[in-house]
């Protein structure tokens, strides 16, 4: 017990000034060799009425000289990064600033939202894929016209393999994995060779959505179309359908909306024209669903799909698709609140 008293003054009175000084510390009381080191196993020693005394106030010494320890080395640390540099390190730290969604993602957010309150499932896959995915099951055959309206970047020494041109290819590979009733939306970013300018860029971002089922019809579409234009855009959004041509849908329609900026009465965004086109649809081509194995006799289906870059240019107002893609802080900071 004196020698608990002992060290317990020497532990009160030692003065640590600097990292020699703290090693000492260390040494003297908290080695395998130290005073307090040679108490613990003098325990054994101890008369058993007094033993249990004995062991909790070595115990209890040992935490204390630990602490000490502790707060002088976090003390000495904290000095030697002052001494090395003009920072003052006791100053409050600047306030981390929030970040912020990216537009992209949150208009990608929001479309998806809007089809899955009606039951579309969302479903993602690779972007590297294969000539079948891409082409050939959905009617694009070798050396077809229609292979010429899409810029493909292919792997050199695999001509087989490139980087999807659109969604499409995850609505081949569900379709294929999956009878119908099918109900997807395929969202994902897509490849093009194309020319970087105001409109256009060789990467952008799709959601292509795909329905299958029996008796499914064109006013299926349009109603499914309307409805996601107005719960996009507000209800007041009108939508007209013009005949287009797409190799996997027949018929097949591009769809345009009332223009949100001048309401209809013409504007440069619009062209003038108080419409906006904002996606392709159609009814899938009945050879696209044998291709993937699903009776195109008992089944029908439509599909469609629009561009992120261009709804989310609608939506916000801009003029220029490359402002999504430089990553400026000045210009990704005014969506922190629209993605709350």
Known sequence: MNNIDKIKAELEQFSVSSMETLEQFRLKFLAKKSELQELLSEIKNVAPEERKSFGQQVNELKQKAQQLYEENKAKMEMQAVSAGSDLDVTRPSTALTVGSMHPISIMMNEVCDIFEKIGFDVVTGPDVEDDWHVFTALNFPEEHPARDMQDTFFIELHPDILLRTHTSSLQVRTMEKQQPPIRVICPGRVFRNEAITSRAHCIFHQVEGLYVAENVSFAEMKQTLLYFAQQMF?????????????????????????????????????????????????????????????????????????????????????????????NDVRFLRQFRSAGK
Do not use: Q
């Not at 996997?248 to 591009?254: D, H, N, W």
């Not at 009814?283 to 008992?298: A, F, H, Q, T, Y």
């Open 234 to 326: 507000g209800k007041e959004t009108k939508i007209r359908l013009r005949p287009s041509y797409f190799p996997f849908t027949e018929p097949s329609a591009e769809m345009d909306i009332s223009c949100n900026i001048c309401g209809g009465s013409g504007c440069a965004l619009c062209k003038h024209t108080g419409w906006v086109e904002i996606l392709g649809c159609g009814m899938v081509d009945p050879s696209v669903l044998e291709n993937c194995g699903i009776d195109s006799k008992k089944y029908t289906g439509y599909a469609f799909g629009l561009g992120i870059e261009r709804m989310t240019m609608l939506k916000y107002r801009t003029n220029d698709i490359r402002l999504y893609f430089e």
